[in-house]
């Protein structure tokens, strides 16, 4: 009873708040989310990422072991999108990062944070933080079928993953002050994204439903299928294989949206919107018989 008591207690601030954003979503149809949008991006998942990184014991080890897991698991979401899609007789390049790119960062970190506590929002944070990397370099790549640099510089998260990195293998001590502004840009921007992914979804349409589907369930049932080979492979435990699974068995990211409606046609953009609605509805369900399974064996 304890573990459901745990489940419960992990789950419900995550649905509520991304509740509380699809209630103001169909409430006010014009909701403007360009202040979230710049406050994340500019401000927030900078703090976020630097707190999580430099100040819950995550060590240079640690982010080099991460990485390793992280890039099997894309890697192997690869495979499975471009098999299914080529197969489809769908566009295998454009199409690709919604299956490929999970939302680790707005649904992933705070359902790690509040699984393992501080250590869970390190290893979560350095997975989302390498899914991040890849949104601003592959996911801009097959998107547009080209590489803008100019995007990767003018993006904040990016310096603040290097600035935590070297801070973490030089072993420094970052002072007080810049830890604590962090840590409450960092827990105010869980929030806001929380609340602005119920609001996406809301005003993200699904223009072709199967397609969608057979998308959204590669994405939430293969990605906790490829999570699990990767713990078993590796035979990992604890903490690590929790967040591992967890972040690998998250719906498509929202900001393949974003990347998409930038450089893809818009057919394309439709489709990654349905993915990302459907994938995020389907993981529903799925999320907490994740999680019950990441706490019940790998605490």
Request: aromatic share 14%; glycine share 8%.
């Amino acid at each position: 009873m304890d573990l459901y008591f745990k489940l419960f207690e992990v789950l419900f601030p995550v649905f509520f708040v991304v509740g509380i954003g699809y209630y103001l979503g169909k409430k006010n149809p014009r909701f403007n989310t360009d202040f979230i949008t710049t406050f994340a991006s500019k401000i927030g998942s900078p703090g976020l990422i630097f707190y999580s990184l430099t100040s819950t014991g995550v060590t240079f080890a640690i982010i080099t072991d991460y990485f390793v897991y992280a890039i099997i698991c894309i890697s192997l979401f690869a495979l499975v999108g471009v098999l299914y899609l080529a197969l489809a007789g769908r566009d295998f390049i454009r199409e690709l990062p919604p299956i490929l790119l999970p939302n680790t960062g707005n649904m992933g970190l705070p359902i790690c944070l509040f699984a393992y506590g501080s250590l869970g929002l390190g290893g979560g944070a350095t997975f989302a933080s390498i899914i991040m990397l890849l949104h601003f370099t592959v996911g801009v790549l097959l998107a547009s079928n080209k590489f803008d640099f100019k995007i990767l510089i003018n993006n904040a998260p990016i310096y603040a993953i290097i600035v935590s990195v070297v801070i973490i293998y030089l072993e420094l001590e970052p002072p007080q002050f810049l830890v604590n502004t962090a840590m409450l840009l960092a827990y105010s921007t869980i929030f806001l994204v929380l609340m602005s992914l119920g609001i996406a979804l809301t005003k993200l349409k699904i223009t072709s439903f199967t397609n969608s589907l057979i998308s959204s369930i590669l994405r939430v049932v293969i990605g906790p299928v490829i999570g699990f080979l990767v713990i078993k492979y590796f035979d990992l435990s604890g903490i690590v294989a929790g967040v591992i699974l967890i972040q690998s068995s998250m719906p498509s990211a929202v900001l393949n949206y974003l990347i998409g409606s930038m450089y893809s046609p818009k057919k394309i953009a439709n489709n990654i919107a349905g993915t990302i609605v459907l994938s995020t509805l389907i993981s529903f369900i799925t999320i907490p018989i994740v999680v019950f399974i990441a706490l019940k064996y790998f605490i």
